[in-house]
């Protein structure tokens, strides 16, 4: 199994604009998105996500390679805890996950 996050900018706009003004069971996922990025907005959202991967691209790439780096060393104990989520798991199968900002 082989497991590997990666950047999407454009799945950023689709989280910010289903997440923007989110709430569930205590978790106030918008009131975080404000705090985090006050900036951001319905209005600029898009050339605000922009901007913050263009001005953090390197951090960004840096985070990205350190987080792949330590799935490949514990891939066998985090696809053990995946199964006790979604059930058994294609061993020959690639899976992705993208780092949000």
Do not use: R, W
């Not at 390679?65 to 053990?80: G, M, P």
């Amino acid at each position: 199994m082989k497991i590997a996050i990666t950047l999407n900018k454009k799945l950023d706009y689709e989280v910010y604009l289903d997440f923007h003004n989110f709430s569930v069971a205590g978790a106030n996922f918008g009131k975080k998105i404000k705090h985090d990025h006050p900036g951001i907005n319905l209005k600029n959202y898009i050339s605000y996500i922009d901007s913050f991967y263009d001005t953090y691209h390197k951090l960004l790439l840096k985070k990205q390679q350190q987080i792949n780096i330590s799935l490949k060393k514990k891939v066998k104990v985090f696809s053990a805890e995946l199964k006790k989520i979604f059930g058994p798991l294609a061993k020959n199968q690639n899976y992705k996950g993208y780092l949000s900002m």
